[in-house]
Structures are given as structure tokens and as C-alpha cells.
């Protein structure tokens, strides 16, 4: 699985972007896929998710409210539309993809591929 994000940038606070991440290759079989960050010298934190199928989502804390992770499944391409930026949220934002298998007697194992990331940068 190849992933290809676009959209990032610098905004200012209380601003928008749009970020776009373009999955090719084995993408039948993803699971779910989704938006990691990571700031200077903190850790990588997850900040939305999509499932395939029901597309169920789930958004951290902090973003809840003002983010909002979509899926063409067509284009097999998934957007964050961020709204309301504050300059907390400047970061190298990640894609995600996930392959979940099952090999039987609770042995589940997850599968991860990552774009290469998009500066978000919120200026104050």
C-alpha cells in the first residue's frame, strides 16, 4: 500500500485546511485508515480514523468538534477538513492505513503503512 498526502500548510489561527491522502496498490483489504500527528518532541498521537465498510469514526479529544475525516471510497482517498486551527495543532501530519488479520486462537495481528507526511503549521 502506497500513501500519498497533500494539503498541508501555514495558516493562521482559527483557520482551515484540508488534507487528502491518496491510498494505491493492495487497498482492498485495508480495514481502516486514518491521521496521525506528531509535534516537536512529543509522540505520535492519533487524531482521526475511518473504518472501511461502516466507516465508523473516531477523533481525539482535542480536535473533536472542529476536524472531520471523510472517505472517497471511488478515489480511495481519505480528507481531514480542519477548522477552527488553533497553534497547538501545527504538526507533521501522517496518513494511515491498516490491515487487520486474524489467525485464530486470539492471535490478531495489525498491519501499518504510512504516507510521508504534511507540515500543518498554525501561526498565533
Known amino acids: 500500500v502506497q500513501l500519498v498526502e497533500s494539503g498541508g500548510g501555514l495558516v493562521q489561527a482559527g483557520g482551515s485546511l484540508r488534507l487528502s491522502c491518496a491510498a494505491s496498490?493492495?487497498?482492498?483489504?485495508?480495514?481502516?485508515m486514518g491521521w496521525y500527528r506528531q509535534a516537536p518532541g512529543k509522540q505520535r498521537e492519533l487524531v482521526a480514523a475511518i473504518t472501511s465498510g461502516e466507516e465508523s469514526t473516531n477523533y481525539a479529544d482535542s480536535v473533536k468538534g472542529r476536524f472531520t475525516i471523510s472517505r472517497d471510497n471511488a478515489k480511495n482517498t481519505i480528507y481531514l477538513q480542519m477548522n477552527s486551527l488553533k497553534p497547538e495543532d501545527t504538526a507533521v501530519y501522517y496518513c494511515n492505513a491498516r490491515k487487520t488479520r486474524y489467525y485464530g486462537l486470539g492471535d490478531v495481528r495489525d498491519y501499518d503503512y504510512w504516507g510521508q507526511g504534511t507540515q500543518v503549521t498554525v501561526s498565533s
Open positions: 496498490g493492495d487497498t482492498f483489504t485495508i480495514n481502516a
